[in-house]
């Protein structure tokens, strides 16, 4: 943390980072397992970064990123093995991951990258919402063979949850499609009485077409219409992003693998431990709710990220300022959380929502001492290892 404070993003960006080989694929092959090969070239973590995008900026017919064996969700392996078929995810994270890093090409002076980059985040913006969009809420993508998948005209897997978050998280949907699309998922996805998000609906089971190793699971589990958490996740992102707040943090206290053994009833349901985060949990009878496996998620760490970083609303931005924007339920009487500085400081965090009102940040102090705010709460770090109180209101305005 004292380095990337003290010499910049730009100096990261400057670190020789190696290169490791193997063989490609023949044709006839969707994956291998090798023991890859150290190279001896390096490069700068930029051109590794700039590398990576110009390999994932394809586009098929429909103007959208190939979706290749497999995007986000591996099990979808077939949709594009032959190289035609398309992913409208990929379009929103790819729309999202140059956004976030143009500054740094722009900083840099690489005025070709600048201009492709560019180029190619307008066109796929227009794709995901020309192609991807259809008519209630947002498709997955397309086969090799052109058909749609993720379409209210399929047979199976006519909604995907992992679409309809991502159009939100990207910021890529128009606010009247965004709400369509979290209004399907909602009721199509979400099952409160289950206590489970759903990744997709119908799961995979006789369609004529082949999405991959995902039509192999058992329908209702893991990827194939159970809870995929880490999709999950992102789902409660979404919602909190769009404001709302109460089905945001309502969808995340569902999904803690406490509730799920909050009851003895619940214990026998789950069968797998209430501490850690189960990577899935059944999606169909006659084992609704049943864990998965446990232990090495990755959605553990989207689950802290979730809910401090899109509920709570902490965050740190460009490194130089915490920023605090609750989109906590107008319900919650308030919270507390510390934030702690690598370097000794920190930051004990006191909100309080005495009018049940919790839209805005209406006032806060630091130290004692009055402090501007707008709708959110922007404060330089300090880097003197001292403990800061910073009380915090919330409200309808100021």
Partial sequence: AH???TTGDAAILDEPVGFVGGPLLDADEDERYFAATRLPQTATLYEHCVRALDRAMTQGDHGLPLFGCGDWNDGMNRVGREGRGESVWMGFFLYLAIGEFLPHVRARGDAAHVARLGAYREDIAEAVNAAGWDGGWYRRGYYDNGVALGSKDGDECRIDALAQAWAVISGVAP???REMALDA?????ISTDDGLVRLLAPPFVDTKEDPGYIKGYVAGVRENGGQYTHAALWVVRALAEAGRRDRAAEVLAML???????????????????????ADVYGAAPHVGRGGWTWYTGSAGWMLRVAVESVLGL?????THLVLAPRVPDTWPGFTIEHRRPDGTSYAITVENPSRSAARVVAATIDGVAFPVERSLSIPLAHDGARHEVHVTLGTRG
């Fill in 3 to 5: 380095y990337i404070r």
């Fill in 175 to 177: 606010p009247a499609r």
């Fill in 185 to 189: 998922m909602d009721e199509q996805l």
């Fill in 256 to 278: 803690c693998p406490a509730t799920h053994a909050a009851t003895p009833a619940g214990v026998e349901r789950y069968k797998v431990e209430p501490y850690v985060v189960a």
């Fill in 315 to 319: 965050t740190v931005e460009k490194g």
